[in-house]
């Protein structure tokens, strides 16, 4: 054999073993993982479910994929079998719909260690559109699933919902449901998302990111303002009901947990638009790409109080929309505000503890 090969058999093997120590190094950034949020608008009035369902579980198909995926607005049981049939391999499916009609699904790339279930408590202000859900049986729901990723040492609460559609007191009375859920399991972290039917700059966008110590994982992404053009309903949407545009599609995200890490927003996009003329839904999906940070965030003293006085401010508004309902079922959710108001003003108990633990 000549000089000539030697070199270049000596150079080619140290450029494939250099090749496979590069493979085997590993990653050093924070682990991190995906959550997609879409209303998949599948009741019985929704036109071409069927194909517009096929185009959603091939772009959930592509790359790069969201460890998670939340749907709302996923009815009927041909509905659920068209997205279990398509996405099953790639993920583990939790369709509580099945059991009753509450429309949403969650799908993962992880270990599912636990799932719940809980319809809310005031489902209905009795109006029209609420009686025909009634005769459908058709609920609005939270459906909780704790997981747990590849290489990441903690489980994660997620939840996921559909807030009701027109009354902003059934939507607050649902908002504490879910906080009512968070006190008593505050091991993990929370990540929520689904259709909360209140724009941004609502009472109950604002009374659930304060009760639930959460951040508005979109928003972070976009600098901490949403720019003037946003919308997840959009009044160029074909599908759409409104001539308006709206946002009622969010990821919100909740650090308090006895891990001592955080979560930190690294991306944020509205996607799963489909066509101008062929739209996926009349929703647009929202993704948000999380890392899991090895230290915990640490929030200042002043901005914690900067907090508190903002949520006296936007409970005062609820109390008032809540006092206004006649009904009896809205009377124990106007005690508990009020004793949620008092827990921060005397800066004691048990909503009082986890407020402060916002981070």
Known sequence: MTIAKILVLGTLFFSVTGRAEMYWQADPRPPRFCLQNFNAYGPIYASKVEERTERMTGFLQGIPKCEVVHLQEVWNDSHIDQIEKSLSR????????????????????????????????????????????????????????????YEMAEDFFFMNTHLHPTSQAVRLTQALDLLQWRLKNQDEKLILSGDFNADIDSVERKFLMLTLGARDAMEESLGGSYPQWYCTYCAGNPL????????????????????????????????????????LSDHYGVRVEFSVEPEKSVVAAEV??????????????AEQILKQQKETEFQPYLRLLQDLSNQLKSRSGTFNTYFEKFH
Request: hydrophobic share 40%; charged share 20%; net charge positive.
């Open 240 to 279: 759409g009901w409104m001539l308006s545009n709206h946002t009622f599609d969010y990821i919100f995200f909740s650090n308090v947990g006895k891990s001592e890490t955080s979560l930190k927003v690294l991306d944020g996009q509205v996607n799963m638009r489909g066509t101008p003329r062929k739209p």
């Open 90 to 149: 790639q993920y583990n499916i939790s369709s509580p719909n099945r059991d009753a009609k509450i429309g949403v699904m969650s799908l993962f790339m992880g270990d599912i260690k636990g799932r719940q279930t809980v319809d809310f408590a005031v489902n209905n202000e009795g109006g029209i559109l609420d009686t025909v859900r009634g005769a459908f049986n058709v609920k609005k729901a939270y459906h909780v699933v704790r997981a747990s990723f």
């Open 304 to 317: 914690l109080e900067a907090r508190r006085l903002q949520a006296l401010e936007v409970f005062a508004v």
